[in-house]
């Protein structure tokens, strides 16, 4: 009899207990629909092509329950001319983020990495604008704490552009 209501307890709370939930990728169509639109998206400007600029600029932004940005914080930005480029991509994708479920607002971090594309033959000339950028460069970067609370980390988005040698 023991036996018996312990096996009926155990299967009890086997039933009641289930394993995480799986999450979907919080972008409408997942990982490459997000990584060819921002590939896409992403404009950028003639002055960072000029500048041969460089680097890595880090958001997070909330996402509500219809998909809408509702805030955007930059974190760190390696020069503060990355920053427009993304911050116009990440406008666009309004309505296209799906938050967890039971969740009214949802933070997201995501890194992109913007960097050009060395010619064959790179000359003198790209050299001193890659050292001249290095070295004038603005950078955006936190001076105190940065609270993450329940933020979901995506993966980077990778942007390469031509330079002209």
Same mark, same amino acid.
């Given at each position: 009899?023991?036996?018996?209501?312990? +096996?009926?307890?155990?299967?009890?709370? +086997?039933? $009641?207990?289930?394993?995480?939930?799986?999450?979907?990728?919080?972008?409408? $169509?997942? #990982?490459? *629909?997000?990584?060819r639109?921002? #590939?896409?998206? &992403?404009?950028?400007?003639?002055?960072?092509?000029?500048?041969?600029?460089?680097?890595?600029?880090?958001?997070?932004?909330?996402?509500?329950?219809? $998909?809408n940005? #509702?805030?955007?914080?930059?974190?760190?930005?390696?020069?503060?001319?990355? *920053? %427009?480029?993304?911050?116009?991509?990440?406008?666009?994708? =309004?309505?296209?983020?799906?938050?967890? =479920?039971?969740? #009214?607002?949802?933070?997201?971090? %995501?890194?992109?990495?913007?960097?050009? =594309?060395?010619?064959?033959?790179?000359?003198? $000339?790209?050299q001193?604008?890659a050292?001249? =950028?290095?070295?004038?460069?603005?950078?955006?970067?936190?001076?105190?704490?940065?609270?993450?609370?329940?933020?979901?980390? &995506?993966?980077?988005?990778?942007?390469?552009?031509?330079?002209?040698?």
């Amino acid at each position: 009899m023991k036996k018996i209501t312990l +096996s009926i307890i155990a299967l009890l709370i +086997s039933v $009641g207990c289930f394993a995480q939930e799986g999450l979907a990728f919080p972008f409408q $169509g997942g #990982k490459d *629909a997000m990584t060819r639109f921002f #590939k896409d998206s &992403l404009v950028v400007s003639q002055d960072i092509i000029q500048k041969k600029t460089a680097g890595m600029v880090m958001f997070k932004f909330t996402a509500d329950e219809k $998909g809408n940005i #509702k805030k955007t914080i930059i974190y760190y930005a390696d020069d503060a001319i990355l *920053a %427009v480029p993304v911050i116009e991509a990440i406008k666009k994708s =309004n309505h296209k983020w799906i938050i967890p =479920n039971h969740e #009214k607002v949802h933070d997201y971090i %995501v890194p992109f990495y913007i960097r050009y =594309n060395l010619p064959e033959d790179p000359d003198a $000339g790209l050299q001193k604008a890659a050292y001249d =950028n290095y070295r004038n460069k603005k950078p955006i970067l936190p001076n105190n704490q940065i609270p993450l609370d329940m933020a979901t980390l &995506l993966p980077a988005i990778t942007i390469s552009y031509d330079v002209a040698p």
